[in-house]
């Protein structure tokens, strides 16, 4: 006897399980939307609704924006801040993207493996750790690179953080730990790129250098945006790094270098909240404009 399938039967079935992964999706979505609320919209309303009233809740317009703009350590802050997410983001986007094509172009599998997990086990640190580890580094007495800090010229832990140097050394710091993950990543991406793009340049002749300029980047393009913005908001939010700096060398850092630590100085120093979620508000400000830009000006959303 042959058993046939009906095709209304074989609709039904394709329905039931477009519905079974319909329910799963939209059960993953949902966990992801509770926390979303929880941990990143209501703060943000309530961070808002501080900024805008004062400690009455009587709203006060922009005050409390006016208030901070004014305060004299904020305009240092804003440039130091400044000044370290140039170096931060410069360094992660060249350095990234010429690490994860060195890697991607070495033949020895194992090797690249290998360099893969040493470049991802800093980002296992927690950033408090990373940067009492650095602290240690840095520290010409008992570092075990003494002998390079003395080359460099530098003899005492003041010298090494000295307030002309911070900048560079948080970008260190910055890029030692989370570099590693975005190797990985660009890594990936490189992978994805379909091997006839690949074997068309070399029958066209390209270098090395060549397929790296003109196809392979091209095509990172939007992964490579993907991380300047989620690396510009993390790098407008600096505050382990210089807190930490900061009591360990008995405020030659400053406990107000960054507009992180400002805010914070305002709500548990100076008991002043409303000053605080204003300053959070500001970065938040800045760092969804400046994501709105990367993405106008990159076609992130464009159909490749």
Known sequence: MTLTHSPAGSATRRRRGAARQS?????????????????????TAYAIYFAFTDAGGTVTGFANFVTTAQDFRFLDAVSHVAVYLAFWLLSLVVFVVALALLLHRLASGSASKALRFLYYIPGALAGAASVLVWLFMLDPTVSPVSSLLGALGFHTFGEV???????????????????GGWIVVM?????????????????????????????????????????????????AQLFVE???????????????????????????????????????????????????????????????
Do not use: C
Request: glycine share 8%; aromatic share 12%; proline share 4%.
């Open 242 to 304: 210089p807190q930490l700096l900061s009591l360990a060398s008995v405020g030659v850092a400053g406990r107000d270098y960054s507009l992180n630590q400002l805010t914070y100085d305002f709500a548990f120093q100076m008991n002043n909240i409303n000053g605080a979620a204003a300053v959070s508000v500001e970065l938040l400000v800045v760092s969804v404009s400046a994501a709105a830009v990367f993405v106008a000006r990159s076609g992130f959303f464009d159909a490749d």
């Open 161 to 179: 953080i000295a307030p002309g140097n911070l900048p560079l050394l948080f970008t260190v710091i910055a890029f030692w730990t989370g570099a």
């Open 187 to 235: 890594y990936g991406a490189l992978n994805n790129i379909p091997a006839d793009v690949m074997e068309a340049a070399r029958i066209d002749g390209a270098g090395a250098w060549q397929t790296a300029w003109h196809v392979q980047i091209p095509m990172l393009r939007k992964w490579i945006v993907y991380m300047v913005i989620l690396a510009f908001a993390g790098g």
């Open 23 to 43: 329910r799963a999706g939209m059960a993953f979505v949902a966990a992801y939307v509770v926390l979303l609320v929880a941990f990143g919209v209501l703060p």
